[in-house]
């Protein structure tokens, strides 16, 4: 009996070690496809981190660009506030402008000393 259980034993033990071979390949082949997907990934993030670069130099460059074109705009409008502080303001226009329509012979009615004369008399013979 002892050989009987001997072989019993020793059957258990190699299909035991058989299931636990079988397992073993099932984990290695499993860590392999993991391992290919993780190789698979890190493939796309890289591309995409290197496109992503690409993206950023774009981007750079633009706001260089930008930069570039502000500081433009700005000196163009400093120079033309510099202009227009020498320019007349619109008050300054409108004074001007009553100062000559106060002056404006066509439109002011001036009176001549005749008149002025003619018109005192009258009023003098009003009151008398």
């Known amino acids: 009996m002892a050989e009987r259980e001997i072989a019993e034993i020793t059957s258990e033990i190699v299909r035991r070690l058989n299931e636990n071979t079988r397992r073993i390949k099932l984990l290695e082949q499993s860590m392999e496809r993991i391992e290919e997907r993780i190789?698979?990934?890190?493939?796309?993030?890289?591309?995409?981190?290197?496109?992503?670069?690409?993206?950023l130099d774009k981007l750079g460059i633009k706001l260089n660009s930008i930069s570039d074109r502000l500081k433009l705009l700005e000196n163009e409008v400093n120079r033309i506030n510099k202009e227009l502080d020498k320019k007349a303001s619109k008050a300054e226009l409108k004074q001007l402008e009553n100062f000559i329509d106060l002056i404006n012979p066509i439109t002011s009615k001036f009176v001549t000393l005749d008149q002025l004369d003619r018109i005192l008399d009258e009023r003098l013979a009003k009151k008398a």
């Open 39 to 55: 190789g698979k990934v890190e493939e796309s993030v890289l591309a995409r981190l290197s496109d992503l670069k690409v993206e």
